[in-house]
T-cell receptor, first 117, second 114 residues
Framework: EADIYQTPRYLVIGTGKKITLECSQT?????MYWYQQDPGMELHLIHY???????EKGDLSSESTVSRIRTEHFPLTLESARPSHTSQYLC????????????????FGPGTRLTVT | KNQVEQSPQSLIILEGKNCTLQ??????????LRWYKQDTGRGPVSLTI?????NTKSNGRYTATLDADTKQSSLHITASQLSDSASYIC?????????????FGRGTQLTVWP
């Protein structure tokens, strides 16, 4: 079983509040990712990191921000939550992978179900 | 445009029966194809990963096939169990970037009835 953790698992919060979703992994992986998933829809990459002090935006535009100060920790922050941010947020990590047909395992956390009222 | 299409969208089968889920993709250049199982309210868990040189891989009662020429994959589940009820997601990786970008299908929602 993957050693990747997310807290909280469920969060209901009012519009305008600042929130931080926590993600931690104990596998020493350099690469970490944040995905957003709505019911019945595919996962969309919103942020990723190659390692400490590296953060990049993903395919889906998001008003959230991330930081990577420690290898094991990759928190996601929303400065002012809105109802449109209601979704499931999944964190993942992987070993160093690359091109040329190399396959790498991507491990997912249990997710945070966010509801903004 | 890189896409991953899965069929059927949902499927109901009786416990003990077999089923096959389909995946078609247009991702290029192709690196690998994986099948994930996602239980409701949980994160996806990897079942199989195949590179372009592999055309079949098994994990217990799950067997995945890959035809890189036709860009199709299938996941066959044998002797289904109630615990197989979940969403099964086909994911294709490209090798056109250092990130190894993954493209996700919307999943097939499988329900196994007793």
């Amino acid at each position: 079983e993957a050693d990747i953790y997310q807290t909280p698992r469920y969060l209901v919060i009012g519009t305008g509040k600042k929130i931080t979703l926590e993600c931690s992994q104990t596998m020493g992986h350099d690469k970490m990712y944040w995905y957003q998933q709505d019911p019945g829809m595919e996962l969309h990459l919103i942020h990723y990191s190659y390692g400490v002090n590296s953060t990049e935006k993903g395919d889906l535009s998001s008003e959230s921000t991330v930081s990577r100060i420690r290898t094991e920790h990759f928190p996601l922050t929303l400065e002012s939550a809105r109802p449109s941010h209601t979704s499931q947020y999944l964190c993942a990590s992987s070993e160093e992978g690359g091109q040329g047909g190399l396959s790498y395992e991507q491990y997912f956390g249990p997710g945070t179900r966010l509801t903004v009222t | 445009k890189n896409q991953v299409e899965q069929s059927p969208q949902s499927l109901i089968i009786l416990e003990g029966k077999n089923c096959t889920l389909q995946c078609n993709y247009t991702v290029s250049p192709f690196s690998n194809l994986r099948w994930y199982k996602q239980d409701t309210g949980r994160g996806p868990v990897s079942l199989t990963i195949m590179t372009f040189s592999e055309n079949t891989k098994s994990n217990g009662r799950y067997t995945a096939t890959l035809d890189a020429d036709t860009k199709q994959s299938s996941l066959h589940i044998t002797a289904s169990q109630l615990s197989d009820s979940a969403s099964y997601i086909c994911v294709v990786g490209d090798r056109g970037s250092t990130l190894g970008r993954l493209y996700f299908g919307r999943g097939t929602q499988l329900t196994v009835w007793p």
